[in-house]
């Protein structure tokens, strides 16, 4: 009984890390109002797509900027256009991959969670294509992505990714499985201690 007791202890500990790491998490989304594991893939043999940039549990109300980088690993899509939520005055500094974007118009977290940017790509095949997401060059917060709050632009937080992966790292995918959060794997185990 102890010994459960001290293992439940330590996965809680080992939660709160996980659900700190998940705090301003920033991912791809193929879907700009339901944020799940499946909408992390999309199957698409050709046409065109829209990939969602969307922050998840921000702590601020809303932001006034974003930073990240996408990359593709597999045959590569090609962009054909990148934007952002409409009204929201979005302007990249950046590149269509390489996003230092900043709102004229910020856009309001609901729930925590906020569309970012729109990228559409062109997909050409039925290969698995990995998106991956990560920091900017040159990046506001060394090796991570970033919001920024929409009242105090100086006010801004590094991200991790809603995959919970290593930065840079896979946020979803096409033609693929999608991706599996951490968190739900973390509550598993708790939950199994019990049983």
């Known amino acids: ?35 799940t594991d499946e909408t992390s893939n999309i199957d698409a043999t050709s046409g065109t797509v829209d990939l969602y940039i969307v922050v998840l549990d921000c702590e601020f109300a809303s932001v006034s900027q974003y930073e990240c980088s996408l990359s593709f690993t597999g045959p590569a899509p090609t962009v054909t256009n990148v934007d952002g939520p409409a009204g929201a005055g979005w302007t990249n500094f950046g590149s269509d991959l390489n996003h230092q974007v900043m709102f004229l118009n910020p856009p309001v977290t609901v729930e925590g969670a906020a569309v ?57 995918t096409v033609n693929g499985s999608g991706i599996t959060a951490t968190e739900s794997l973390a509550w598993t185990a708790i939950r199994n201690l019990f049983e």
């Open 116 to 172: 970012l940017g729109i990228v559409t790509i062109s997909v050409d095949s039925p290969s698995l294509v990995e998106v991956n997401l990560g920091p900017p060059v040159p990046a506001t917060v060394p090796e991570r992505p970033m919001v920024a709050n929409g009242v105090d632009p100086d006010d801004y937080v590094g991200c991790g990714l809603t995959s919970g992966a290593d930065i840079p790292g896979v946020v979803a």
């Open 1 to 35: 009984m102890i010994r459960r007791l001290i293992s439940a202890m330590a996965m809680v500990m080992l939660l709160a890390g996980v659900a700190t790491a998940q705090g301003n998490g920033m991912g791809v989304f193929f879907s700009d109002i339901e944020f």
